[in-house]
């Protein structure tokens, strides 16, 4: 992952998208303007639900071309 960048805000779900080839699950999500993803087969993705509409600290890096979810934190 490059380009790791740090950001402060509420987190939104935008929606659930296909599931990975392992049948793991990956999610849209949008943070302090930033519209990102789950890594696929990320073990986040079962846990992100917990995170929807508080405070997070989240880092975004670019993986693929597309912007992605690095690490998630609540804003303390």
Do not use: E, W
């Not at 303007?33 to 995170?51: C, E, L, P, W």
């Not at 929807?52 to 880092?59: A, G, I, K, L, M």
């Amino acid at each position: 992952m490059k380009n790791i960048t740090r950001h402060t805000g509420k987190l939104r779900m935008i929606g659930r998208m296909k599931n990975s080839i392992c049948g793991n699950p990956q999610y849209l999500l949008s943070c302090d303007g930033y519209t990102f993803r789950t890594k696929a087969n990320d073990m986040i993705a079962f846990k992100i639900s917990k995170y929807f509409d508080y405070d997070v600290v989240v880092t975004i890096g670019t993986h693929r071309n597309c912007l992605t979810l690095n690490t998630i934190g609540f804003d303390v």
